[in-house]
């Protein structure tokens, strides 16, 4: 069925069975956050002293099945994020998951549509990244249900069944069910030799870690050697403080990874239109690849402009790690004001939103290189970005994934890195459970983690705070 209450499978049953018989008894959320602070790791020119976080929720039913879910935060902040999740709660709790899988579609409406909730968004902000992490823990339950990996799930649904789970209101003058089923159906040839493929090399990766803003010129020297040693070939750099420290830095990075590799940079919206133009003109010489939110994640018109300044230097524009939802991608992707298209996998609504977008680029002609790097990114974007390969791009050219090095150790099936490419999970559902005694230890800010940074004064305990005011 799709979101409208249409029969898109033409009379035929669905390739695979729905689980009956499941309900979702609880959805619970938590507040986990890491101190990347202490060592400027993640930090760029608008986000200065980020502590890696997230609001990790867990849907429970009543089986031993579990659903795992998250959205990436950045320290302040994540305790509205978990009420948010707390208040949409009550729209899951007591359904059936094969109610939900049937007509995915209808339920995302659902979910971001409740009539007095949509006022505080509507589909973006808070509620919208809420929103992503309950849908999140929705499609790790259901891959676990069917004892597959995420984007074997994906991968595995036929085309009518997979377009029902997307609500195209606001996106049908650029693709419609009907067109999206047809590009489904054109990838089906050759899938099968497509994921032996993906299963053996992998898919490409590019690295971050060596680019941080806050890091000495030393350590970025130091860590281009090692990514460069692991196979990477291609490198991002944040810029957009100080120029001459951003040609320093540019140049270091050159020096060592040459000019037969990639390199990108990442300005995270920190100019003006103007600004942005200028500044690139003074890196161009270094070659870059793309630069990255180059101005205002809202400003399709300023990406434009920023655009075809640049073209004749050879500098794409990516963006969309903070665009909010499917219309804005929409905007971007319709006016040519984004050459790299970067989802997220939980700044719009889940992965229902995120395949209109997939579904958008495709017939589009625009490369999707997601984003990725904070807690549980990486885990999760391979699968979106996997399942793109096997049905419905059919190819990584110019196409790959950002990895950063951080985490991953809190995961129980973490990303697998060989050869710069990340490698095909096997592991049912969507890499997103954390490991318990991780969740328990960095939970914000109860945790053991926390209150012994409280007791050495790395961080200010706000229960201590409160009792001040």
Known sequence: MSDDGRDLSNGKSPAMPLPHG????????????FPTSLRADGSDAMHTDPDYSCAYVVIYTDKEVEGHGLTFTLGRGTEIVVQAV????RLVEGQEAADIFQNFGAFWRKLTSESQLRWIGPEKGVVHLATAAIVNALWDLWARLEHKPLWKLLVDLEPEQL?????????????????????????????????????????????????????????????????LAAGFTSFKVKVGQNLE??????????????????????????????????????????????IEEPTSPDDVLGHLAIGKALKPLGIGIATGEMCCNRVLFKQFLQSGAMQFCQIDSCRIGGVNEILSVYLMAQKLGVPVCPHAGGVGLCEMVQHLQIFDF????????GRMIEFVDQQHEHFENPTVIKHAHYMAPTAPGYSTKMKPESAEAYEYPVGSKWQEMFKEGLFKDPA?????N
């Not at 707390?86 to 709660?89: E, I, P, Q």
């Not at 100019?271 to 890196?283: F, G, R």
């Not at 201590?464 to 001040?468: C, D, I, T």
């Open 390 to 397: 096997v049905a419905l791009s059919g190819t990584s050219e």
């Open 86 to 89: 707390k208040t949409l709660a």
């Open 245 to 290: 420290d951003d040609r320093k830095r540019c140049r270091i990075v050159r020096e060592v990874i040459g000019y037969d590799k990639k390199m990108m940079v990442d300005a995270n919206q920190t100019w003006d239109v103007a600004e942005a133009i200028e500044w690139m003109k003074q890196l161009a010489e270094f070659k870059p690849v793309w």
């Open 163 to 227: 377009v029902s789970a997307i609500d195209f209101r606001y996106i049908s003058d650029v693709v419609t069910k009907e067109e999206a089923i047809e590009m489904l159906k054109a990838k089906k040839a050759g899938k099968e030799k497509r994921e032996e493929e993906i299963r053996v090399t992998g898919y490409p990766a590019y690295t971050t870690q060596v680019g941080w803003l806050g890091y000495s010129t030393e350590k970025v020297r130091q860590l281009c050697h090692e990514y």
């Open 22 to 33: 499941i309900k979702i008894r609880n959805v619970h959320v938590r507040d986990i956050r």
């Open 464 to 468: 201590k705070e409160s009792a001040l």
